[in-house]
């Protein structure tokens, strides 16, 4: 079946780092990827996200490439800022059902 | 302002009793989804409907129920049988339920077990 692995956390940066989550896949088919966030106390709302191979999602400086011959989709982020701090995560939908499979989430803190 | 409703923010449930959380959009959306949050474990899938009248179980739908009687409201029962019901809940709803929508997400229903 599907499935999605992310890196553990929780990951703690100061302002102005460089992020980066990993993620990988198993899916059969082509499914299409997401990076969701969800912030304290909310709900999760939608990141990013790539339809086919080669494609790149981006949104408020993020960035993550749908990589086909490593099956990963590692989203990026090249200057974090205090408010980037949330949970993140990685989720797939399969190319032939409406499931929405997501990884086990990465916590991330950014400190001033 | 349209969105996904979730009540009550917090919920607390007595042993052998059956708890109802409600799920209420106005996006005019056919598909929702219950989705149930363990700390490290990610988001599971309970229950999910893509048209009134008609749901299908998730991948731990044991112990739950839903109904979706009408196209804005999609509520979740956690039953007796559900042993260990302490989680986040999550609900949400896209346009149609197709591969590459966009999900939108309630704010969720914290239940714990007295």
């Known amino acids: 079946g599907n499935s999605v692995t992310q890196m553990e956390g929780p990951v703690t940066l100061s302002e102005e780092a460089f992020l980066t989550i990993n993620c990988t896949y198993t899916?059969?088919?082509?499914?299409?990827l997401f990076w969701y966030v969800q912030y304290p106390g909310e709900g999760l709302q939608l990141l990013l996200k790539a339809t086919k191979a080669d494609d790149k999602g981006s949104n408020k400086g993020f960035e993550a490439t749908y990589r086909k011959e490593t099956t990963s989709f590692h989203l990026e982020k090249g200057s974090v800022q205090v408010s980037d701090s949330a949970v993140y995560f990685c989720a797939l939908s399969g190319s032939n059902d409406y499931k929405l499979s997501f990884g086990a989430g990465t916590t991330v803190t950014v400190r001033a | 302002d349209g969105g996904i409703t979730q009540s009550p923010k917090y919920l607390f449930r007595k042993e052998g009793q059956n708890v109802t959380l409600s799920c209420e959009q106005n996006?005019?959306?056919?598909?929702m989804y219950w989705y149930r949050q363990d700390p490290g474990q990610g988001l599971r899938l309970i229950y999910y409907?893509?048209?009134?009248?008609?749901?299908q179980k998730g991948d731990i739908a044991e112990g739950y129920s839903v109904s979706r009687e009408k196209k804005e409201s999609f509520p979740l029962t956690v039953t007796s049988a559900q042993k260990n019901p302490t989680a986040f809940y999550l609900c949400?709803?896209?346009?149609?339920?197709?591969?590459?929508?966009?999900?939108?997400f309630g704010s969720g229903t914290q239940l714990s077990v007295l």
């Open positions: 996006l005019n959306h056919d598909a």
């Open positions: 899916a059969t088919g082509y499914p299409s």
């Open positions: 409907s893509q048209i009134v009248n008609d749901f």
């Open positions: 949400a709803s896209s346009p149609t339920g197709g591969i590459d929508e966009k999900l939108f």
